[in-house]
C-alpha cells in the first residue's frame, strides 16, 4: 500500500538491499508501518542491521508463523513467535497486524512495531522446576 511502509523501503534501498529483496531468495518480510517508525525517538537512528533484523530467509522456515517458533533474522537476531490465545501473532514485541501477504519472491507480514530485538532477560522466562534424573537405569 501506498505510503504505509516508505520509510522502510527507503531505509533498505539507501542500504543497498533492493537487489538482495527483489532476488530469487524466498524471503519473509516483517515490514513495519511508517506509524511504526515515526514513534521511535528522534535519538534512535535507523540502520542496516535494524532493516535486516526484519527480514528472513524462508526456505529454513517455511512461510507460517508456529507459536514457539525462534527464527534468525538477516541481522543475526533472533525472532521469538508467540500466537496468543484470541489468534494475535506477535514477533518478539511486535504484534502482526497483516497476515501472510505473498509478494514475487516471499511473504510479507505487517508490524504494528518496529520489532526488539534486545536480548531475552532470563528472569522473565517463566521458572521451570528442575527434574532428577537417575545416575544408573535398571
Do not use: C, R, W
Request: aromatic share 6%.
Amino acid at each position: 500500500v501506498d505510503g504505509e511502509f516508505d520509510i522502510f523501503l527507503t531505509a533498505a534501498l539507501s542500504f543497498g538491499l533492493d537487489e538482495y529483496l527483489s532476488g530469487n531468495d524466498t524471503l519473509i518480510v516483517f515490514t513495519p508501518t511508517d506509524a511504526a517508525f515515526n514513534e521511535i525517538s528522534a535519538a534512535s537512528t535507523i540502520d542496516e542491521s535494524l532493516i535486516l533484523n526484519h527480514i528472513v530467509k524462508s526456505g529454513t522456515y517455511g512461510t507460517e508463523l508456529l507459536d514457539g517458533s525462534e527464527i534468525q533474522a538477516l541481522g543475526g537476531g533472533i525472532l521469538y513467535v508467540k500466537v496468543l490465545g484470541d489468534g494475535t501473532t506477535m514477533v518478539n514485541n511486535a504484534k502482526i497486524i497483516t497476515p501472510g501477504n505473498h509478494a514475487s519472491n516471499g511473504i510479507l507480514y505487517v508490524a504494528e512495531e518496529i520489532i526488539d530485538i534486545s536480548p531475552i532477560v532470563p528472569s522473565l522466562l517463566p521458572s521451570v522446576s528442575p527434574i532428577s534424573i537417575p545416575s544408573s537405569v535398571p
